[in-house]
Nanobody, 121 residues
Framework: VQLQASGGGLVQAGGSLRLSCAAS????????VGWFRRPPGKEREFVAA????????YYADSVKGRFTISRDNAKNMVYLQMNSLKPEDTADYYC???????????????WGQGTLVTVSS
């Protein structure tokens, strides 16, 4: 499956953004989707993930209560609603697809290009 993330931008602390991940290909297969991010000068880290039917969702502790992952399989879209943004949320955000939902990079075998989120203080 091919993925394309979008929706990044510059926002003030406390603001909100919604990231979108458009999927194409592998239409007949189910897939889980994860969001990861790479802050400036740091390693890639897990943010959130959702199973194919949406019954299982995982969140990193740092975003629980602020970020919400959702998906619309009819549109082949996955979303990440980000509220109460903090400067430490600044990062390149990536969506990824894999056969099963998980929190590790190795759970996913298809990756899209990132979308930059910058949160100013």
């Amino acid at each position: 499956v091919q993925l394309q993330a979008s929706g990044g931008g510059l926002v003030q602390a406390g603001g909100s953004l919604r990231l979108s991940c458009a999927a194409s290909g592998r239409a007949s297969s189910s897939y889980a989707v994860g969001w990861f991010r790479r802050p400036p000068g740091k390693e890639r880290e897990f943010v959130a993930a959702i199973s194919w039917r949406g019954e299982v969702m995982y969140y990193a502790d740092s975003v629980k209560g602020r970020f919400t992952i959702s998906r619309d399989n009819a549109k082949n879209m996955v979303y990440l609603q980000m509220n109460s943004l903090k400067p430490e949320d600044t990062a390149d955000y990536y969506c990824a697809a894999g056969p099963r939902v998980g929190v590790g990079v190795r759970d996913y075998d298809s990756w899209g290009q990132g979308t930059l989120v910058t949160v100013s203080s």
